[in-house]
């Protein structure tokens, strides 16, 4: 497969007022559209950060289920100037990107499979293809077991490492762990798109599943996040947030442990307990009120 490698500015510089009236040059994250097009057919336009593009339209199309491997794809062609006259675009100071995918077969019935849209929760409205929700029935994942002080591990990491949050803010990141080695880090302006991005990670690094993988997120664990880790093959997922109604749901019908609120040395197991192996000896204690 042919990638660009398409590499875009993550955060911009703006002029702002704080509480005390005065002026000061403060980052924020840079946020453009990017159009994907599969064999000349337009399929939908994604906000990014642009980090990482070509993984990002890899990973979705991963995670649309509009493609079966990795194989299927000739090239991934970015280009943050081609989008400048598209409409809709004007006015967002060549914020606009086009992503060229060229396939080897092309996609069977596209326009069947891309006819029904949910729009999602994710943070700037995503949306995933409707047919994804009939198929959570044929998703198996594999055993696999965490451990608390590896849990305790993967958030230390998280807290340790350096990201356009710590100096912009507004972002969301995700990461792919092994045990408590973190493989893959990835921001965006919407976790879909971070798991989308290590999504196509994994496939670009021959990973066809993430058996004895972790996953995390800075966002809470909606069903659509919790859908794609499950199709990824991944049993573990955990968040610095919390979960919604129909995540639990999801992950409970699955077998997909579910790990939120997990900060420091605290952390809520939502579902399928029996994959974190608890150690509550390593927990802080309540100071004893007298």
């Known amino acids: 497969m042919r990638l660009t490698q398409a590499r875009a500015p993550l955060t911009c510089d703006i002029h702002a007022v704080n509480e005390h009236g005065v002026h000061a040059v403060t980052s924020i994250p840079a946020e453009r559209s990017l159009t994907v097009y599969v064999d000349k057919r337009e399929l939908v336009t994604l906000m990014t950060l642009g980090a990482s593009p070509e993984l990002l339209v890899l990973g979705y199309l991963r995670n649309q289920r509009l493609v079966q491997s990795a194989h299927d794809i000739d090239s991934i062609t970015v280009d943050w100037e081609a989008g400048d006259g598209l409409p809709g675009t004007e006015g967002l100071l060549g914020n606009a990107g086009v992503a060229a995918v060229k396939t080897r077969s092309g996609i069977q019935d596209i326009a069947q499979k891309t006819a029904h849209k949910v729009v999602t929760t994710g943070c700037g409205q ?9 198929e959570i029935d044929s998703i198996r994942l594999p055993v696999a077991v965490l451990t608390q002080s590896q849990l305790y591990g993967i958030t230390n990491a998280i807290r340790l490492q350096e990201s ?28 879909h798109n971070a798991i989308d991005t290590i999504a196509g990670w994994m496939w670009m690094h021959g990973i066809g599943t993430g058996a004895d993988k972790v996953f995390y997120t800075t966002g ?71």
């Open 126 to 134: 995503g949306s995933v293809f409707g047919h994804l929700m009939d």
């Open 220 to 290: 809470r664990l909606t069903s659509e996040m919790v859908i794609k880790a499950a199709q990824m093959g991944v049993p573990i997922v955990v968040s610095r947030s919390g979960i919604t109604q129909m995540g639990y749901e999801v992950a409970q019908h699955l077998g997909l442990c579910a790990i939120g609120r997990a900060t420091n040395r605290h952390f809520l197991c939502y579902s399928a307990q029996h994959r974190l192996q608890l150690q509550p000896e390593l927990a802080v204690r309540s100071p004893v009120v007298a």
């Open 164 to 191: 356009t949050y710590k100096s912009a803010g507004s972002v969301h990141a995700c990461a792919l762990f092994q045990g408590e080695e973190m493989l893959a880090f990835v921001e965006d302006v919407g976790r």
